[in-house]
């Protein structure tokens, strides 16, 4: 299934069960930056197509400023992270991740940067949808963690991210 959104350079996309890639515009992830939440009580399950249209709505929201300075980032839908990368960022339940920016951000990139996979910002549809009362709450948590991530992308720490 494929999914368009003209305001980004690709479709939104099936690459494996449970799992979506949106192309915007890396080497081996160079540093992993959480979302952390606490997880919330559980709602009536959201399907994928509805959890891909919020992401999408969430998406088409970043201003063209910042979507313009936007190359060679995939967006991922997963379920949830898995337990080896909440024991590698030091996530112990009832934490979790709504989001996780892999890649090298823009400021740590000289002129030997190029010719890398995408950078990676994978958001989890379970912990969000779990913290989410409903689709309004739910997209109001994926929009601030894609900006989140995106931070991290731009090179904002976690306290001038904080600070938006």
């Known amino acids: 299934m494929t999914v368009r959104s003209d305001n980004f350079a690709g479709p939104l996309q099936t690459t494996s069960p449970g799992q979506e890639v949106r192309h915007l515009g890396a080497e081996p992830p160079h540093g992993a930056h959480p979302t952390r939440a606490p997880l919330g009580v559980r709602r009536d399950s959201m399907t994928r197509q509805r959890f891909e249209c919020l992401v999408l709505q969430a998406l088409d929201l970043i201003p063209h400023r910042f979507r313009d300075e936007t190359r060679n980032v995939a967006v991922v839908i997963e379920t949830a992270p898995d337990p080896g990368t909440l024991a590698e960022l030091g996530i112990q339940p009832p934490d979790t991740l709504f989001g996780l920016y892999q890649g090298v951000p823009l400021p740590e990139r000289d002129w030997t940067y190029g010719n890398t996979l995408p950078d990676r910002i994978t958001l989890f549809q379970a912990p969000i949808q779990a913290a989410s ?32």
């Open 133 to 164: 009362a409903d689709d309004d709450d739910a997209i109001v948590t994926i929009g601030e963690t894609i900006i989140h991530e995106f931070g991290h992308y731009f090179g904002l720490s976690e306290d001038e991210i904080e600070a938006i």
